[in-house]
């Protein structure tokens, strides 16, 4: 016993270790408050909040474009109701929460803020983060609603608002996440992630919402979101140079002096793109892997982390595999030594020579987007958009040669049965179909319970000061107060910013530069098939709903014109009836969906249905997404030619199967 006693007290005291979040919601607010509540008694020390795709886009759950997504991907948040019922039970003024949320970030922090109050807490207790970072929904994820410039005008808004009301709070975490997502280098990573960083500084200072002198309190409230993918080595060294530039950065550009204002703060999920269908087994060792890049080294360690699940690539994670990855975070911090010691790698020439490559890379790629005037001009003109579908059709086509072996997928592919997936109908979580007709129903008799005469006054008060230069942060709070709604709220600036619409990055793309023999016998086949029915091989590539995750899509258009298809292309978030409208006015022999977010039951039949009212029988439907085996036998019964899922990694072969589909349905030999 005395020996044990020695052995311990010659331990090093550990670090405190990160915060750890599990990112989840879904089906309803007081469904997911059942969820926080449990995980939080499981060790999760922070929330993440993960919204469906109706409360990110700013509509309630009775619009058209709505349908099918609610509770899907996450909490639906329709109004004050909501957000009471999802912390109920949960002390606001004690808890560090995480907000995925962009384009409504002003309205869901101020729905925050009200249920704190109403709880008792104080805006200066509040503890947490709203990812409110547009520029990155431009380029990779989709939840965007208002053009660039007021969308900037809103993220300047909130970081004035919390620099000086809520001075705990991060207002924006710059997410590089979903630009690796999308197929960024760790240089294009850090580049843009910098460039965006660049852009909101020089906006909120430009404001003059902050004095100069506490200029370095805004910088110290940036935050960053991280990927991190299996490559882990370069990965960590990744970071190492974030830390690096963002110290100079901030240093030199906007004269911060004081070190701990200039730390670079960040949080991080690892990579979810490299997580496989195919053998889901191997993602576990993978997830392990990435959490060691953003933890090993103490000078670029995360302050927040939150693993995916090992079954995302097949559909929703059930509480069960969030727990294991809420373990495998908890025997890293608290059963090895990791914390016990300083950075680990300080001195190494091995390290600070990548380090010194990956700075030297960046800073020449910032300087491009600087000189084509910033982050936001570069979005414009589409040039960042491109790079990333680009970079994203190099990754894939190293993938499919055989060049990046991903285990289980292009190589090692021999497997002994799953015990995990003998019963696949209960490998995932379901929503409840019954969830969107429920929350319809609940929106109509909230706004029936409200004093709409209170919610007219200030929404009309919300409209007048988007007009002006005001502070939008005060009004939203008017409207959070009185009962108005996410698409009320969202609606009223739709009026006077407008809507948006980002470049796609498919144009002048070339996915594989030497065609291969497999993809010139497609093109051949293609080219004959054009021949038989008088013209090019027409493929329309849609993404119906609310779904902004476009890469697969992307990388489908890339393909599909890489063998000879012309491609109509027209972006995210299109209803049913507008991918009908285009597959009739070009005259396509194909459509191509895209779906992630699990509204494909809904959507698809709907596309199908509606190309057949048009006559267009002989224009066969294909799917791409995350789609459960039992949901792709049902589509394919309601007559959707073939489906693809993650395991069907080889584009030019899913190429290949469309043409086949285009050929049967014209009778062609």
Known sequence: MADKDLQASNRPEKARPWLMRTYAGHSSAVESNK???TNLAKGQTGLSVAFDLPTQTGYDPDSDLARGEVGKVGVPVAHLGHMRELFDGIPLGEMNTA???????????????????????????????????IIKEYL???????????????????????????????????CSYHLQEAGATPVQEIAYAMSTAIAVLDAVRDSGQVPAERFGEVVARISFFVNAGVRFVEE???????????????????????????????GVQVNSLGLTEAQPENNVQRIVLEMLAVTLSKDARARAIQLPAWNEALGLPRPWDQQWSLRIQQVLAYESDLLEYEDIFEGSKVIE????????????????????????AAVETGYMKQQLVSSHAARRAHIEAGDDIVVGLNKFTTTAENPLLSDLETAIMTVDAAVEADQIASIKLWREGRDNEAVDAALDQLRDAAKTDDNLVSASLACARVGVTTGEWAGALREVF???????GVAGVVGVAEAGEELAKVRLAVKETGEQLGGRVRLLVGKPGLDGHSNGAEQIAVRARDC???????????????????????????????????????????????LKDAGLDDVPVVVGGIIPEADAAELLAHGVAAVFTPKDYDATTIMAKILDQIRLAQDLS
């Open 140 to 174: 990779s994820r989709g939840t965007y609603v208002f053009p660039p410039g007021p969308s900037l005008r809103l993220i300047t808004d909130m970081v004035a608002y919390t620099v000086n009301t809520i001075p705990k709070w991060n207002p924006i975490n710059i």
């Open 236 to 266: 960590m060294c990744k970071m190492r140079a974030f830390v690096q530039l963002w110290d100079e950065l901030t240093l030199e550009r906007y004269g911060v002096t004081d070190p701990k204002q200039r730390r670079f703060r960040y």
């Open 498 to 504: 407008g809507e948006y619409r980002a470049p796609t």
């Open 99 to 133: 907000m995925t949320i962009n384009a409504t970030a002003m309205w869901l922090l101020a729905l925050y803020q009200t249920v704190a109050e109403e709880q008792g807490a104080t805006p200066d207790q509040l503890q947490g983060t709203t990812q409110n970072d």
């Open 564 to 610: 000879g298809f012309e491609v109509v292309y027209q972006g995210i978030r299109l209803t049913p009836a507008q991918i009908v409208a285009a597959a009739v006015e070009e005259d396509v022999h194909c459509v191509g969906l895209s779906i992630l977010s699990g509204s494909h039951m809904e959507l698809v039949p709907d596309v199908v249905k509606g």
């Open 353 to 376: 020579a990548k380090v010194a490559e990956l700075v030297e890379a960046s800073r020449e790629e910032i300087d491009r987007v600087q000189a084509m005037g910033g982050a936001v």
């Open 35 to 37: 969820l926080y509540r």
